[in-house]
């Protein structure tokens, strides 16, 4: 009997690893995911460093609001241009492109800090070259994705991405607290330049061959239009977009709450913001691993989530203690993620291969444009009545979204996603 138990104990664990982790038995997006992994701890790092840096420069929740306003705005506004340019493109020499300029970016921006030369507008000129590149590279990787593993394994893909994206979240701030309190933070910009040399290589040394590549559409009058129309005509994507917007104007302005939560709720420094960085990533991880055990994406599981979201960050703007608070924010990590990586494959699943260049950008334009809008409107709120004002706009606001949009699709009929 005992045997039998650890058997069948085994068998559930391999079955699990299996569901989890199908996408890496693909080499061409295994080398993307530990590429992915190097780089994006690298990302976080600068992140941080920079938020921190702004800080020490104005200590100001405007300014900070501002910088990530500027980061996001040319998606906002180049964002369908974009879009239109992913479609009729080589997607992984996109890529390759967009990497070389974001660790050059990086490298200026970590030159011009350690000389001492460094000013606010030079960080916000900066921030808004990697906006222009992050016009092109955010909606290429996520449908490069499909090209690498094929539609069937594009929700544990896309999940197991997001365990990459969250765990560099959890990594990289921790790291950026321990760098900038020895090195400073020059040097953690100048970590970043170097860590995208390990997606350069990842994304040179695949095999095209075996890429399931989507014709390139000919360029042709109307085509933005022509997205912008078929988005729009699809219940089940015009819904999901809809909930992205609201979560993304008003619920995921971490880098504008969480700093002012460290520096003026809790009374901490740099290590403080890497620790409620970091907590946020690591519920991140939990959700991502979580939803890669998932095969189907549904419109009622991103409303479940989006209600669940709105939830937990109540519940973290009610937290006494800086220990109890690290627990709400891991669970508005998880809450977040798991709703993210819902709305993203809901996307990309439902949309036509022709167009899911132009959809992710649309996407793209509202998941990070919206950041613009709701950034500098929550660092006013936080700097008048406190960080945990944050917390409580981005919980009331999903909350609202989920039961509205929870009344306009009942009784509506979607195709079943694959």
């Not at 302005?253 to 740099?270: D, H, I, K, S, W």
């Not at 419109?299 to 960050?313: D, H, I, M, P």
């Not at 800086?322 to 993203?344: C, D, E, M, Q």
Request: glycine share 12%; net charge positive.
């Amino acid at each position: 009997m005992g045997r039998e138990r650890t058997g069948g104990a085994l068998a559930l664990v391999g079955d699990w690893r299996r569901r989890t982790f199908s996408s890496l038995t693909d080499p061409n997006y295994r080398a993307y995911f530990l590429g992915s992994a190097v780089s994006v701890s690298g990302t976080w790092m600068q992140r941080v460093a920079q938020d921190w840096l702004v800080l020490q420069l104005t200590h100001s929740g405007v300014a900070l609001g501002t910088a990530s306003a500027l980061q996001f705005a040319p998606v906002l506004f180049l964002g369908a241009w974009g879009g239109a340019v992913i479609d009729r493109v080589d997607r992984r020499r996109l890529l390759l492109l967009t990497q070389l300029l974001s660790a050059l970016l990086a490298a200026v921006l970590g030159l011009v800090t350690a000389t001492g030369l460094v000013t606010l507008w030079m960080v916000y000129a900066l921030t808004l070259g990697l906006g222009v590149v992050t016009v092109f590279d955010s909606p290429a990787r996520q449908t490069f994705v499909a090209e690498m593993v094929g539609t069937d394994k594009v929700i544990n893909a896309q999940s197991l991405y997001s365990t990459v994206h969250n765990g560099g979240r959890l990594v990289g701030p921790a790291l950026a607290g321990i760098v900038i309190g020895w090195l400073g933070v020059a040097a953690a910009f100048g970590i970043n330049a170097l860590s995208f040399v390990a997606m350069i290589v990842a994304l040179a040394s695949m095999d095209v061959g075996a890429l399931r590549r989507v014709p390139p559409t000919p360029r042709a009058p109307r085509q933005i239009r022509e997205g912008m129309a078929y988005l729009w005509g699809q219940a089940e994507l015009r819904v999901s977009l809809l909930l992205v917007a609201v979560v993304g104007v008003f619920g995921q302005n971490f880098r504008v709450v969480l700093p002012l939560l460290a520096q003026e709720t809790y009374r901490g420094g740099a290590r403080s913001y890497g620790y409620l960085t970091a907590a946020l990533g690591l519920g991140a991880v939990i959700g991502a691993l979580g939803s890669a055990t998932r095969s189907r994406s549904s419109l009622r599981g991103l409303l479940l989530t989006c209600l669940a979201f709105g939830g937990v960050n109540l519940l973290a703007a009610a937290t006494p203690s800086f220990a109890l608070a690290l627990a709400a924010i891991v669970g508005i990590g998880v809450t977040n993620i798991v709703f993210n990586t819902v709305a993203r494959t809901l996307m990309v699943i439902a949309s036509d291969p022709p167009m899911r260049g132009r959809v992710m950008a649309l996407y793209n334009i509202v998941f990070l444009g919206s950041t613009p809008i709701g950034g500098p409107l929550v660092g006013w709120a936080c700097q008048e009545w406190g960080a945990r004002s944050g917390f409580v706009i981005a919980g009331l606001t999903a909350a609202v979204a989920a039961a509205a949009m929870a009344g306009t699709v009942r009784g509506e009929r979607f195709p079943a996603n694959p």
